[in-house]
């Protein structure tokens, strides 16, 4: 079965993208990844689309790509993974910096969605996964337009969730803790580490969540480290 379905997942070049991209490609799921950068992955069933997921454009062109390709009939998955935060005090925090964040975290995210939901339906089956945050189940201090984007993929998942069961598609919504990429190459003061959450346990996380039995819907997965501070010394 799943050398027949087709996963796209975005923002690919690294961290969590990348990671799930790799697991799914050894699990034998035949993967076209959009995204601004391409990965330094190659696999015989891997494919990389330029797309900067802000642009409808561009998500319309990946899309054409992705189905010229492989066809239609077998896409299944879409994991809107691609993403950023920006944290600052509001007054401080450059109104370009929260604008870019709603535009790739947020509509980036309902644009893929919106691209492939016409496919899916045409299948009768299909997969969407989000990539919420922590962040978007619990609000951080000088995080506010960071957090507001993930409450938004929140509320669109649940909504889109109600949409779309009676279609047949799946869509669940993932809120991870901490987790050691580069996404903190913008936050200062913080570095991944150990005790966080590694990238290829959040892709475990979503391919279990690919294989859940045809009639299993997993609406939300709050994951976080364990012992984030490296627990009792
Ligand atoms: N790391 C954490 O602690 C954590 C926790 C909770 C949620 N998340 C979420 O997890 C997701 C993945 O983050 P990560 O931790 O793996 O960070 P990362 O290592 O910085 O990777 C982010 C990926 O998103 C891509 N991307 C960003 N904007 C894009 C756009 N407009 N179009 C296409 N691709 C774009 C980046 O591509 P480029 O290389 O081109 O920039 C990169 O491949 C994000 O949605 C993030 O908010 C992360």
Known sequence: MRANRVIIVT?????????????????GYRVAGWGRTAPDFE?????????????????KAA????????????????????????FGRIEELPTDDWYRMFKTNVHG????????????????????????SIAGLQALAQASAYCATKYAVRGFSHSLCAELREFGIKVSCV????????????????????HMLQPEDVANLLCELLETSSNFLTVD????????????K
């Open 109 to 132: 995210l309902m644009l893929a969605t919106r691209a492939v939901v016409p496919i899916l339906k045409q299948n009768g089956s299909g997969h969407i996964i989000n990539i919420s």
């Open 11 to 27: 923002g690919v070049s690294k961290g969590i993208g990348c990671a799930t991209v790799e697991l799914l490609c050894s699990l």
């Open 175 to 194: 809120y991870p803790g901490s987790v050691a990429t580069n996404f903190f190459d913008r936050i200062p003061g913080i570095e991944p580490n150990e």
């Open 43 to 59: 696999h015989t069933s891997f494919r990389f689309f330029s797309c900067d997921v802000a642009d409808s454009a561009q998500v």
């Open 63 to 86: 899309l054409e790509q992705t189905l010229n390709l492989w066809g239609s009939a077998e896409v299944y998955g879409l994991i809107n993974n691609a993403g950023f935060g920006l």
């Open 221 to 232: 997965v709050e994951i976080r480290p364990l012992k984030p501070g490296g627990g009792r």
